[in-house]
């Protein structure tokens, strides 16, 4: 009974890992495109060099372990959260972040505007593209300017975002739109903030 109790217990690591794995490997394998995505994350502060050689770590990481599915593999960044102004006042009870997708300009149909080529020679202004949606609840319109704010208690702004286009998905249930981490979804998070992405 000792015996078998002791090989039960060593074996149980090596047990619990192969059911992870194949329960991984079901679930992945039977859950529609859109559900079978898979985000990692990572958080770091750094500049510009440090993060061309995390880029270059990840890449080299990606390529040697998911070599096969390389090609559906896409990379993101994104800023802290940031408060928008909307007729002069802080809205603290919205959020917008700057992101930056893989491709997506090749994903998208521009409703006006188009991606930007160049960015802005003005200081703090930040060209970029909004989501149809986004331009509704704002009204904003291409060439239009939406100030935001990194501090909930700023009294005023801290940079500009410039609208160069205005878009929509292309394909909406392509995999590439990533399911609830879509770059142009709009979020409610459990205490009440309205959360937007911004793509730069």
């Known amino acids: 009974g000792v015996m078998l ?6 074996s149980g690591p090596l047990l619990v890992d192969s059911v992870i794995e194949t329960g991984l ?3 992945i394998q039977s859950a529609s495109a859109i559900d079978g995505n898979l985000r990692l994350d990572t958080f770091t502060q750094v500049n510009q060099a440090d ?4 880029d270059q770590e ?3 990481l990606l390529s ?6 390389q090609e559906s593999v896409v990379g993101l960044a994104e800023s802290p959260w940031m408060f928008p102004w909307t007729s002069g006042q802080l ?4 959020q917008v972040n700057l992101v930056f ?3 997506l300009q ?3 149909d521009y409703l006006s505007g188009n991606w930007p080529t160049e960015a802005s020679s003005e200081p703090y202004i930040l060209r970029a593209v909004i989501s149809e949606e986004m331009s509704r609840r704002f009204v904003l319109r291409t060439g239009d300017r939406l100030p935001l704010s990194v501090e909930k208690s700023a009294e005023a702004p801290d940079i500009w975002i410039e609208v160069a286009g205005i878009a929509r998905p292309r394909k909406p249930r392509d995999p590439y739109w990533f399911g609830e981490f879509g770059p142009f979804d709009i979020k409610q998070t459990s205490d009440g903030l309205v959360q937007y992405k911004v793509i730069v």
Do not use: S
């Open 91 to 94: 809205e603290t009870d919205q």
């Open 5 to 10: 109790t002791t090989a039960l217990l060593a």
């Open 51 to 54: 993060y061309q050689k995390l």
């Open 64 to 69: 040697t372990t998911l070599d096969p599915y």
């Open 25 to 27: 490997q079901l679930t």
């Open 106 to 108: 090749d994903n998208v």
């Open 101 to 103: 997708y893989e491709g």
């Open 58 to 60: 990840i890449n080299d």
